[in-house]
């Protein structure tokens, strides 16, 4: 395997993840930064969604840090998802869906309470359009990390979504957000 995608923290510190074919991942040292992020904010979820999941990375970290946190992950083609949590055994511990994250919002918005959104740095829309879904489904308190590609600055709406962090790493930008209405 020549991906340089680790796992970064937890049980499963240091583990490789298969990359999806044409994948983009998330450089290592942002997704650290990212974590950092979530650890200041007190963040201790017991249900991850990991929406745009595409090597599942996201949650499968949420996994290795967090003992007793389960994990949905949505993707159209969630073939590596499979293989990666297969390969960590803790499939147990995790859903995998075939399908697309947009029209699952109404089924895991209203059930998880870290929300991980990653859509493709080219379909910038698709997160506007999941953000205002999920919007209207997330519980009070849910927390999202919404990442784009730095040059895009898109912001959610202020009325649902109060902004606790907003970092950029290279060609990522964090958004972290809670909903308050």
């Keep these: 395997m020549d991906s340089k995608l680790q796992i970064i923290s937890g049980e ?49 970290e949420c996994l290795s840090r967090w003992a007793q946190c389960r994990a949905v992950f949505t993707d159209i083609a969630p073939a590596t998802v499979r293989m990666n949590l297969g390969g960590l055994n803790i499939d147990s511990r995790a859903s995998v869906v075939a399908g697309d994250a947009l029209s699952a919002v109404g089924k895991y918005g209203p059930l998880c309470d870290l929300i991980f959104v990653d859509p493709p740095y080219c379909a910038a829309e698709t997160g506007v359009a999941f953000i205002k879904k999920l919007g209207g489904a997330a ?19 202020a009325d649902i979504w109060e902004i606790l962090r907003d970092k950029q790493y290279g060609r990522a930008r964090f958004i972290i957000l809670r909903k308050i209405k």
């Excluded at 942002?30 to 979530?38: E, G, K, P, T």
């Excluded at 990390?145 to 730095?150: F, I, R, S, T």
């Design 139 to 157: 519980r009070y308190g849910t927390i999202v990390v919404w990442e784009q590609e730095a040059s895009a600055a898109i912001m959610p709406t």
């Design 12 to 60: 499963y510190r240091g583990r490789k993840l298969r990359l999806p074919p044409g994948g983009r991942p998330t450089q290592n040292r942002a997704r650290i930064a990212l974590f950092n992020m979530l650890a200041s904010l007190d963040v201790v979820p017991a249900c991850v969604w990991d929406a745009f999941a595409g090597s599942g990375a996201f949650g499968i």
